[in-house]
């Protein structure tokens, strides 16, 4: 069974880089089928999509966050990581890694992260 | 505001039928396959449809999902106090380069 744990710092100061990793198990983040993507979640609000990377390095951002973040992957970690620059409180949310699948679909999903953008 | 629209909210009694709608535009639903997924408080999101009309193993089929042009719809039939959550579709939006979703729709169970 696939599974994917985000890790990193729960607390970020504003102006700061968030930083998160997604580690995943049960499976090989190297497959070509699939991306491994960010969303995010405010407090009580809906989702956001953050964006992806396929295990060849290539990604696809979010146009409103595409100055500020960065999505990189790790093979022979099997790993893939999110930075996001300049966070302010609009940054703070839950962050979910997640298997993406062609058709545009998010079939695993990691438990979240709550994030919180605080002096 | 999202680039797909979702009613906040529907209701029904145990053992009835809602459905939830999610209108787009012809750069998202409209030329791509939508997803729909389940959400209770505290919890990741959990894939129900994807595909527009495509049940992943383990989802009960009284949980559907259709397309037509530019709109979606998640349909529960037989409903349970055990669906009461929010629920959200997804897809993929040309015009944007990005994956866009509702804003969500909360299902109460009366």
């Known amino acids: 069974q696939l599974q994917l744990q985000e890790s990193g710092s729960g607390l970020v100061q504003p102006s700061q880089t968030l930083s998160l990793t997604c580690t995943v198990s049960g499976g090989s983040i190297s497959s070509s089928i699939y991306s491994w993507s960010w969303i995010r979640q405010p407090p009580g609000k809906g989702l956001e999509w953050i964006g992806f990377i396929y295990h060849s390095g290539s990604t696809y951002y979010s146009p409103s966050l595409r100055s500020r973040v960065t999505i990189s992957i790790d093979t022979s970690r099997n790993q893939f990581s999110l930075k996001l620059s300049s966070v302010t409180a609009a940054d703070t949310a839950v962050y979910y890694c997640?298997?993406?699948?062609?058709?545009?679909?998010?079939?695993?999903w990691g438990q979240g992260i709550l994030v919180t953008v605080s002096s | 505001q999202s680039v797909l629209t979702q009613p906040p909210s529907v209701s029904a009694a145990p053992g009835q039928k809602v459905t939830i709608s999610c209108s787009g535009s012809s750069s998202n639903i409209g030329n791509n396959y939508v997803s729909w997924y389940q959400q209770f408080p505290g919890t990741a999101p959990k894939l129900l449809i994807s595909?527009?009309?495509k049940r992943p193993s383990g989802i009960p089929d009284r949980f559907s999902g259709s397309k037509s042009d530019t709109s979606a719809t998640l349909g529960i039939t037989g409903l349970q106090t055990g669906d009461e959550a929010v629920y959200y579709c997804?897809?993929?939006?040309?015009?944007?380069?990005?994956?866009?979703f509702g804003g969500g729709t909360k299902v109460t169970v009366l």
């Open positions: 997804g897809t993929w939006d040309n015009s944007l380069g990005a994956g866009v």
């Open positions: 595909d527009n009309d």
């Open positions: 997640a298997r993406r699948e062609i058709g545009e679909f998010f079939d695993y």
